[in-house]
């Protein structure tokens, strides 16, 4: 009996035991679920919290962009109505920009000098007025809200000025009635650079979105304006299904940075682009394709093909160089040294290099020996040094026309047009050693160059605005003394240069007359104004993202 009372006993322990431990199980089981709950819990409060905080941090970050373009505009009024005077914090009155709309064309008036008043004209209504009575409607392509309006501005020269209404009758025959024929978006962002090639076939674009694009002028110009030399049976640009313009190819993977310049092969079928990335990329155009990348010291302002030689090209840069390289060896690369910074740089056929850099010195350069042979301050004064922005020559209807003007643009809201033909004979006539200016000084002798236009009216302060000549096949480069008083009446026959300007127009100038016209439509800063090469089509590029195209009208 008492084995089995004992038996009963140790049973009914472990039976005790063993409801026990199940208990015990079953408290941690709940106290784990307890803990992972509230450390979830915890977790998404600290979530929330972070979104909140991020929620924050962006709408900060907008208010900063905000002000930030605000200041900027206000900055930049106060650049172009305001003389430069020594920085005084007590001067800013931001009411009064904010107000600036509705009064600046009045205060433009005021600032002007009375001359001025008397020969500048702008004209808004939707005719233009000849002396003899009649009127030249000013066209605009089919539907489009692009505008333009003709006015015109008085030749800054040593020429004698004629009559206000001789004036308006000249613009009205010399330049005509421009119109936009087409206009599309080029980008994500400001178009800084844009360039057609010399078969006239292609355009190319590129910009702040780091893209380069290259066009079909086929598909963006009508068809009875289109050149001769053009092709139907390559590829072209396409059109979207909401009528938007596709590009033949575009490429952004190879530029870091935006794109400031392109230069064409003289055959079209190579292109050049630089950017503020440093870099200099080859481009085969019917393939799409980067053949070649060169990196550079600081950032790439200008770049060029030698018109007479596909394998080099010549590179001006923030690092106060200019650079020849060989794209067969181009680690064999000639570089030349400059107080400045270069900002552009154009070659002659032959050989001949000539340079506009931030201090506002024109230069040109022998290429075997790296001399300065001749430097001209833009400004002919040794204290003014406002940066060159662009500088082109004319290639002429003949060889040997080539270089006799000199397109300069300049912080100091002139474009001049040099007489480029000295400069040309000089730089033909001086040895290879003969060490003219190895290294410039400001404090040294220079000469200057003759000037036989300047222009103003367009606003090119600050920024990096460009220009274009367009020459009639049958146009006399040089200005005839005995000028009739119409001048020119037909495209074949005018000499124009066209630039764009930060205050959104293009200005359009007759390097024969003297007169001027303003073409309107863009919707921000106009960058570039390029011809394209033997043809009066326009091309146009902002910072509206867009490129126009601008032709005169057909009975011209």
């Known amino acids: 009996r008492m084995d089995a009372k004992q038996r009963l006993v140790g049973s009914i322990s472990r039976s005790v035991s063993s409801l026990g431990s199940a208990e015990t199980g079953t408290s941690v089981a709940k106290s784990t679920e307890t803990y992972y709950k509230n450390h979830i819990d915890k977790s998404l409060k600290e979530n929330k919290q972070l979104k909140q905080k991020l929620q924050q941090l962006e709408k900060e970050n907008r208010s900063l962009k905000k002000s930030l373009y605000e200041l900027t505009i206000k900055y930049d009024y106060m650049c172009q109505q305001r003389t430069p005077l020594p920085f005084d914090i007590d001067d800013l009155d931001f ?27 702008r004209l808004k209504d939707s005719s233009f007025s000849t002396a003899s009575g009649g009127s030249i409607g000013l066209l605009t392509s089919s539907g489009s809200e692009y505008k333009f309006t003709k006015g015109w501005v008085s030749p800054n020269s040593n020429r004698e000025s ?3 209404v001789d004036s308006i009758t000249r613009v009205a025959t010399t330049l005509g009635a421009w119109n936009v024929v087409n206009s599309f978006k080029a980008g994500s962002g400001a178009i800084y650079a844009i360039k057609g090639s010399p078969c006239r076939r292609y355009l190319a674009s590129g910009g702040f979105d780091k893209t380069i694009r290259v ?15 053009t092709s139907s049976d390559r590829n072209t640009s396409s059109t979207s299904s909401n009528g938007s313009i596709n590009p033949i190819w575009s490429n952004g993977e190879e530029h870091r940075l935006n794109i400031v310049d392109f230069s064409w092969s003289s055959d079209s079928t190579h292109l050049l682009s630089g950017g503020y990335d440093s870099q200099i990329k080859l481009w085969n155009v019917p393939t799409g394709k980067a053949v070649q990348s060169i990196t550079v010291k600081g950032f790439v302002q200008s770049i060029m093909f030698h018109p007479q030689d596909d394998s080099l090209f010549y590179v001006g840069t923030t690092h106060k160089q200019l650079i020849i390289y060989d794209k067969r060896s181009p680690n064999n690369a000639h570089t030349f040294d400059n107080p400045s910074i270069i900002n552009s740089v154009h070659v002659y056929r032959s050989g001949l290099v000539i340079s506009g ?20 301050n833009n400004q002919n004064s040794q204290a003014n040094h406002r940066p060159i922005s662009h500088v082109h020559a004319t290639s002429g209807t003949r060889p040997e026309e080539e270089g006799l003007y000199l397109g300069v643009n300049c912080y100091d809201n002139v474009l001049r047009v040099y007489d480029g033909e000295s400069l040309k004979s000089l ?26 236009r300047s222009f103003t009216g367009h606003k090119n302060s600050n920024w990096p605005i460009k220009s274009s000549f367009y020459e009639g096949k049958n146009c006399h480069m040089r200005f005839p003394e005995d000028n009739d008083d119409k001048g020119p009446s037909r495209m074949e026959d005018v000499f124009l240069i066209a630039s764009g300007s930060a205050d959104n127009n293009v200005y359009i100038y007759d390097c024969h007359s003297g007169n001027s016209q303003i073409l309107e439509g863009h919707k921000g800063h106009v960058f570039s104004a390029h011809f394209i090469p033997g043809s009066p089509l326009l091309t146009t590029c902002s910072s509206d993202s867009t490129i126009k195209l601008w032709s005169p009208s057909r009975n011209q």
């Open 95 to 121: 009411d009064s920009i904010d107000e600036a709309d509705t009064s600046k064309d009045s205060k433009e008036e005021e600032m002007e000098p009375v001359e001025e008043d008397v020969n500048r004209t």
């Open 162 to 164: 004629k009559s206000n």
């Open 215 to 229: 066009w079909d002028l086929d598909a963006v110009v009508p068809s009875e304006l289109r050149s001769d030399s």
């Open 357 to 376: 850099d931030s201090w506002g010195m024109l230069k040109l350069w022998d290429q075997r020996t790296g001399n300065v042979l001749f430097s001209s």
């Open 427 to 452: 730089g033909n006539s001086v040895p290879p050693n003969s060490g003219l200016g190895t290294t410039f000084s400001p404090s040294g002798n220079h000469r200057s160059l003759q000037i036989f």
